[in-house]
């Protein structure tokens, strides 16, 4: 299966945030997006052999101001969408474990072998 998370947080990097695997606050500050895999699998076989993947990767990102996340989650939409991966679901919430808030976004991507087909 092709791992996705590279690519994805590379595409990211160029965002006014910190993005890593996971989210610690204790080890970085504010704003920080996450990449996360929720489901890879096959979606189409030839001839017996898994040909495309399907992704759904989750992005989280953190910030300590409402507003600030909303213009991190367009800027990080703008930046998956151009590489071939669409949104499914976003979701905002206060998130009072790392007490900060936390806007949630699914995307998907068909792919086949290093090509991301939306």
């Known amino acids: 299966m092709t791992d996705l998370k590279p690519t994805v947080l590379t595409a990211l990097n160029a965002l006014p ?3 890593a695997l996971a989210f ?6 504010l704003p920080i997006i996450t990449v996360a895999d929720e489901n890879i699998s096959i979606f189409a076989q ?8 399907e992704h759904i990767l989750r992005i989280d990102i ?3 101001a409402q507003s600030e996340a909303s213009s991190l989650a ?3 939409d703008a930046a998956l969408t151009a ?5 499914t679901a976003s979701q905002e919430s ?10 949630q976004l699914r995307y998907r991507a068909l792919i086949h072998q290093d090509t991301i087909y939306q």
Do not use: I, K, N, V
């Not at 610690?24 to 500050?29: D, I, L, T, W, Y």
């Not at 590489?83 to 949104?87: N, V």
């Open 62 to 64: 953190y910030t300590a």
């Open 74 to 76: 367009g800027q990080t």
């Open 17 to 19: 945030a910190c993005t």
């Open 83 to 87: 590489l071939g991966l669409r949104l």
């Open 46 to 53: 030839a001839d017996g052999t898994p040909y495309l993947e």
């Open 94 to 103: 206060f998130d009072e474990a790392a007490y900060a808030w936390r806007r």
């Open 24 to 29: 610690a606050r204790e080890e970085q500050s």
